[in-house]
């Protein structure tokens, strides 16, 4: 194999690498529950 192939075929697969990745992190993050923000005036009160 040339070099351009090599090369090809270990971005390819350093991209499916990252998509799983990122997919599994997604799913990690989201098994978590839902996300409560923060009360406003918690938020607002170190201001002043």
Not at 26 to 38: S, Y
């Amino acid at each position: 194999m040339d070099r351009s192939k090599i090369v090809a075929i270990i971005t390819g697969a350093l991209s499916i690498l990252l998509a799983v990745g990122y997919l599994l992190l997604v799913q990690i993050l989201d098994f978590r529950g839902e996300m409560i923000p923060a009360p406003v005036s918690f938020l607002g009160s170190w201001m002043y």
